[in-house]
T-cell receptor, first 115, second 112 residues
Framework: AQSVTQLGSHVSVSEGALVLLRCNYSSSVPPYLFWYVQYPNQGLQLLLKYTSAATLVKGINGFEAEFKKSETSFHLTKPSAHMSDAAEYFCAVSEFNFGNEKLTFGTGTRLTIIP | DADVTQTPRNRITKTGKRIMLECSQTKGHDRMYWYRQDPGLGLRLIYYSFDVKDINKGEISDGYSVSRQAQAKFSLSLESAIPNQTALYFC???????????FGSGTRLTVV
């Protein structure tokens, strides 16, 4: 069965500093992997996705993530944090299912930006 | 108009009441989902539907039921609401695997 572990339920970084949000997955087959962002009082918005093409994936708002099969990881990074990045971030995994998507989500990481 | 619309946005109901949460979409997607979000637990799958004639239980379906009235509509019902069903509920749609989901804005349900 597929699962996702997000290390650190809360992460604080200073404005302008590197953002690193950790995600490790468990999957019996090559997975599809996703990062979503949730701003206060809103739904979830897709940041980026890995679907077995390039291992370094670039997303919106300057975020990127690298798929590392040997480490079963898909960590999210951004070189320089901005105040507007404050939100909750969710990693999700989907196993092959004959064309049907069914995501399993991590428990989320709340990112706080310190001015 | 939003691609995925959930109604109501907020609802307070009493223990034992029946309540329906509605979801409609204009994406033309066959696949629809209901999740609940609780602090510290992330999003957990309640029910999902890969097409109009397909309904499947997710990991936490007890106490919930669903109806897929049309490709565009997928409703979630709580037959007899209880306080631990207080949560933020999300509907989502999917085109096909690898595209991820499009989420609605959520329904915040409080059971008192």
């Amino acid at each position: 069965a597929q699962s996702v572990t997000q290390l650190g339920s809360h992460v604080s970084v200073s404005e302008g500093a590197l953002v690193l949000l950790r995600c490790n997955y468990s999957s019996s087959v090559p997975p599809y992997l996703f990062w979503y962002v949730q701003y206060p009082n809103q739904g979830l918005q897709l940041l980026l996705k890995y679907t077995s093409a390039a291992t370094l994936v670039k997303g919106i708002n300057g975020f990127e993530a690298e798929f590392k099969k040997s480490e079963t990881s898909f960590h999210l990074t951004k070189p320089s944090a901005h105040m507007s990045d404050a939100a909750e971030y969710f990693c999700a995994v989907s196993e092959f299912n004959f064309g049907n998507e069914k995501l399993t989500f991590g428990t989320g990481t709340r990112l706080t930006i310190i001015p | 108009d939003a691609d995925v619309t959930q109604t109501p946005r907020n609802r307070i109901t009493k223990t034992g009441k029946r309540i329906m949460l509605e979801c409609s979409q204009t994406k033309g997607h066959d696949r629809m989902y209901w999740y609940r979000q609780d602090p510290g637990l992330g999003l957990r799958l309640i029910y999902y539907s890969f097409d109009v004639k397909d309904i499947n239980k997710g990991e936490i379906s007890d106490g919930y039921s669903v109806s897929r009235q049309a490709q565009a509509k997928f409703s979630l019902s709580l037959e007899s609401a209880i306080p631990n069903q207080t949560a933020l509920y999300f509907c989502a749609t999917s085109e096909t695997q690898g595209h991820g989901y499009t989420f609605g804005s959520g329904t915040r349900l409080t059971v008192v």
